[in-house]
Structures are given as structure tokens and as C-alpha cells.
């Protein structure tokens, strides 16, 4: 019974999974299910699956019942076709909306994408200088707590003690283990280093970067992040804000924060190598930094500087650079424009993506983590 149980939820899951793969697009490029994001777990609606139900017989087939009442009166009522009546409205005559919320680990959803988009694993570089440590039952000891006792070992140095003294009866064995003979099973520390990675996100929060271009950069990193979890044992997330001048900030103030100055990109690009140069050694760590901005930068000289700082002091320190350009109708979009014509493809490990919408959400994930890096 337990099994089938096991069978019937595993085949449940697998469903599950094969209606969100079926409307990965719908899910990714609606924000709202960010809120449902637990700790570990993602709640997700999912209308459109039938929940199994009892099926009743005919009314024809009779039955068992007990107390007192006549056909139609409703279950608990008095027979009082007044009693009950406190609802507001007029009777329809449509079925209802049954939803259906099932819950699915971070992890799950990451493969379910994976899958979808067909993201290559990636192959980390580096150790992060954190160490993970197990503990691993290896050898036998002489001393030791009771509950490690190896009592198979035990027995064997007990019998091996009685032959060798000539106390040993074979017609009549009786082992009987003194302290020296006691054995018990002793474990070894095994240290490894785990690879682990850190996010920085960039985004240009000038006065052409509306709430929409916002949501559409909030939507986009749950999913980057979503994948690169599934990939590395742990995440390290840090966030830069920039107009004329950039400033670290959390999660929440990078999302909500909107500023009404000019845009120098190189702000931000200064800050992000100060913090890899601090914190992410990067023979230690595997660094991704995000840029999302309109396009717009305040002038021609301040480009300029960003190709060389990106060039000689930031592509050698990452795993790659990803530059996500958010349509918007403020935005001339030159910036994406001059990073296309300046890098081309000779470097692989600078990854431009435009978004023009919601609907871009899907393919820029995919251009962004398509190469395994």
C-alpha cells in the first residue's frame, strides 16, 4: 500500500512538472509568482490540472442512512428549506474554478528549465576558500562511545584472545568480551573545498528606467539566480544601483529605487571590479556580474572608458559578463550597440541580450546561461 502511494505521488509530480514545462514561457514572464517563493520552496497555480475525486453512484442504487429526515433535506438541516439560507447573490449556473497550488523546490524548478531551455551544466572554475567538511566512518578504534561499538569486531578480538590463552571450549563456546576487547568503529574528517559563485547585479536605476523595465529586470534575476543555485553549492548576491554615480545596496532597494540623474555606466563598472577586488578572488570564486540598463550612457568618452575597463580589468576576473538591455521608450539602446562593435565575437565570455518585453524574459535567460559558463 505504501509503495502504491509512493508510485501514485511520484506519477503526480511528473505531471506536475509537465504542465509547468508546457507553460514554462507563461510562468517565467509572470512576476507574481516571485512572491510565492519560499526558502526553499516555489507555490505555483495550477488550474488547468483535475484533482482526482470520489465518483458516486447512481441515485437509483439506494443506500444506508441514520436519523430522521425526508430525500432532498439538506445534510444537518432541520428539513426547513428556509434554515441556511444566509448567502447574498442569485443562483448560477457555471461550474466553478478549482485551483490547484502545488509546491516544488527551488531545485525542481531549475531542471524543469533546464530542461526546457536546454542549459548545458556548468563547469565551475576555482574553489571557494570556504571549506566543507563530512564526516566518514573509515577504520576501527580502541576506545569509543558505546553507540559505535563494531560488535562483529568485538566478538572476533574476544574469540581470537580465548584460543590464543586456551580458554576456549568448542563443544561449550561461550564468548564473553572483556574491555580490552572492545572494538569500535572511528570516522576521519574528509575537508574539500566546495565551488561556490557570486552574483553581481547592476542595474541603471536614471529616470528612463520605468517601473516596468524594473519588473522585467526583478522577473529575469529570480531565474538566473534559480539556475545558478542548482548549479553551485552556495550563492553569494550582491547589488549595484547606478545613475551618475553607483552605490552597493540590498535586494529590496535595488528593485524599488528610482533616481531622476544622468547615467555614467563606468560608475558602476569601477564599484563592481572594487568589490571582486576585496571579496571574490577569482582563483577562489566563480563571478558573474548582470548589467541591465536602457542603452543610454551620459557620453561618448564615458563608453570609452567602460570598453577598457571591461576589457583589462574586468573580463580577466570573471566567468563571463552578461549585458541585458531593456527596451524602453526613453532609451536610445547605443549602448548595447557599442559593446556588439567593439567586442563582435572575440570575446565569448561577454553575452549581450535584448529584452524588449515580458515576453523576452524567456529567450534572454537562454542567451545568458545557453553556454555553460
Known amino acids: 500500500m505504501i509503495y502504491n502511494i509512493h508510485r501514485d505521488h511520484a506519477r503526480f509530480r511528473n505531471i506536475v512538472k509537465g504542465k509547468i514545462k508546457q507553460d514554462l514561457k507563461k510562468y517565467i514572464t509572470h512576476g507574481e509568482m516571485i512572491g510565492r517563493k519560499g526558502k526553499d520552496m516555489v507555490s505555483i497555480p495550477l488550474p488547468q490540472i483535475e484533482i482526482p475525486h470520489f465518483k458516486y453512484g447512481d441515485k437509483e442504487a439506494g443506500g444506508v442512512g441514520q436519523g430522521d429526515g425526508q430525500p432532498g433535506d439538506p445534510v444537518g438541516g432541520s428539513g426547513d428549506p428556509q434554515e441556511g439560507e444566509g448567502?447574498?447573490?442569485?443562483?448560477?449556473?457555471?461550474?466553478?474554478?478549482?485551483?490547484?497550488?502545488v509546491d516544488l523546490t527551488l531545485q525542481e524548478l531549475a531542471e524543469i528549465m533546464g530542461e526546457q531551455l536546454e542549459l548545458p551544466k556548468i563547469e565551475p572554475?576555482?574553489?571557494?576558500?570556504?571549506?566543507?567538511?563530512?564526516?566518514?566512518?573509515?577504520?576501527?578504534?580502541?576506545?569509543?562511545?558505546?553507540?559505535?561499538?563494531?560488535?562483529?569486531?568485538?566478538?572476533?578480538?574476544?574469540?581470537?584472545?580465548?584460543?590464543?590463552?586456551?580458554?576456549?571450549?568448542?563443544?561449550?563456546?561461550?564468548?564473553?568480551?572483556?574491555?580490552s576487547d572492545m572494538r569500535y568503529r572511528s570516522w576521519k574528517t574528509d575537508v574539500r573545498h566546495e565551488n561556490n559563485a557570486v552574483i553581481i547585479y547592476m542595474m541603471d536605476v536614471s529616470g528612463s528606467m520605468g517601473d516596468?523595465?524594473?519588473?522585467?529586470?526583478?522577473?529575469?534575476?529570480?531565474?538566473?539566480?534559480t539556475w545558478l543555485r542548482s548549479q553551485y553549492k552556495g550563492i553569494e548576491t550582491r547589488y549595484i544601483i547606478h545613475d551618475a554615480t553607483a552605490r552597493e545596496v540590498?535586494?529590496?532597494?535595488?528593485?524599488?529605487?528610482?533616481?531622476?540623474?544622468?547615467?555614467?555606466?563606468?560608475?558602476?563598472?569601477k564599484l563592481c571590479q572594487?568589490?571582486?577586488?576585496?571579496?571574490?578572488?577569482?582563483?577562489?570564486?566563480?563571478?558573474?556580474?548582470?548589467?541591465?540598463?536602457?542603452?543610454?550612457?551620459?557620453?561618448?568618452e564615458d563608453t570609452k572608458l567602460c570598453l577598457d575597463l571591461l576589457k583589462q580589468e574586468?573580463?580577466?576576473?570573471?566567468?563571463?559578463?552578461?549585458y541585458g538591455q531593456v527596451e524602453s521608450r526613453y532609451g536610445s539602446g547605443q549602448f548595447y550597440k557599442d559593446l556588439k562593435e567593439f567586442f563582435g565575437t572575440e570575446h565569448d565570455s561577454v553575452i549581450l541580450s535584448k529584452i524588449e518585453n515580458k515576453d523576452g524574459i524567456l529567450q534572454s535567460i537562454k542567451d545568458f546561461l545557453g553556454k555553460g559558463k
Do not use: M
Open 87 to 101: 448567502g447574498e447573490g442569485q443562483a448560477g449556473n457555471q461550474s466553478g474554478e478549482h485551483g490547484l497550488e
Open 125 to 179: 572554475r576555482g574553489h571557494n576558500t570556504v571549506r566543507a567538511k563530512t564526516e566518514k566512518y573509515t577504520g576501527i578504534a580502541n576506545q569509543g562511545p558505546n553507540s559505535l561499538r563494531h560488535f562483529k569486531r568485538t566478538f572476533k578480538e574476544t574469540l581470537r584472545r580465548q584460543i590464543a590463552s586456551g580458554t576456549y571450549n568448542p563443544d561449550k563456546p561461550v564468548i564473553v568480551p572483556i574491555k
Open 212 to 225: 516596468e523595465q524594473k519588473e522585467i529586470v526583478r522577473t529575469e534575476a529570480f531565474w538566473i539566480d
Open 250 to 269: 540590498d535586494e529590496q532597494t535595488f528593485f524599488k529605487t528610482r533616481e531622476s540623474g544622468g547615467t555614467l555606466i563606468s560608475s558602476a563598472y
Open 274 to 300: 572594487k568589490i571582486i577586488d576585496n571579496d571574490y578572488p577569482p582563483q577562489d570564486w566563480n563571478i558573474y556580474p548582470f548589467h541591465f540598463s536602457d542603452g543610454d550612457n551620459w557620453s561618448g
Open 314 to 322: 574586468l573580463l580577466p576576473l570573471v566567468n563571463t559578463f552578461c
